[in-house]
């Protein structure tokens, strides 16, 4: 998955490739960092590169002056309230594919077939046929080069075919889904 965040002034780009167990690739602004979480909840132990760092994250829902402040879904930051070491940041995450161009994206009549952008396995759904989808909504999760690839809908509708499970495997081209 990639993200941007923003923490006061500055912003990251960040890419997360999940490794089972707790283990994650994490890139940051290109630096690559291995990761080992411990901990559910609010209270995480997070080992980076092997050195540990107790850190408590708790996401603002959105109450007076939160994070949703009546923007439409797509252009809401989720933010949270992280404590690395004593420390305490605010965090905004964004998801760039939900956010580029999310107001100038024209309306789109008729089906929309989506398709694989690259070889890779299906590692999840996250619809099912016949439900309502927002555009930007992810559908489909793909496993490409050792990276989880969030596939949304791309306009608002119903999703009517999904040509997939997880575990298949499917080849650059490969009709994934059709939204109408």
């Known amino acids: 998955m990639r993200y941007v965040a923003r923490v006061g002034e500055r912003e990251f780009r ?3 490739a999940p490794r089972g167990g707790g283990r994650f690739t994490i890139s940051l602004d290109g630096k690559t960092r291995e990761i080992e979480r411990r901990g559910d909840g609010v209270l995480h132990l997070l080992s980076i590169d092997g050195g540990a760092r107790e850190v408590t994250v708790v996401r603002d829902t959105g109450g007076p002056g ?3 402040n009546g923007r439409p879904a797509a252009q809401r930051e989720a933010v949270y309230c992280v404590t690395v070491a004593g ?3 605010e965090v905004r995450l964004l998801d760039p594919l939900r956010c580029q161009g999310a107001a100038a994206r024209p309306a789109v009549e008729g089906p929309i077939e ?3 952008i690259m070889p890779g396995k ?3 759904l996250l619809m099912g046929e016949g439900q309502a989808v927002r555009s930007g909504q992810g559908v489909i999760v793909v496993e490409a ?3 989880e690839n969030e596939l949304a809908a791309p306009k608002d509708g119903r999703i009517t075919r999904i040509r997939v499970r997880p575990g298949d495997t499917v080849e650059a081209g490969a009709a994934l889904f059709t939204v109408e």
Do not use: H, L, N, S
Request: glycine share 12%.
């Open 14 to 16: 960040i890419e997360v």
């Open 66 to 68: 939160g994070a949703g």
């Open 87 to 89: 420390r305490p940041y």
């Open 114 to 116: 989506v398709r694989a």
């Open 122 to 124: 299906i590692a999840a």
């Open 145 to 147: 080069m050792k990276m």
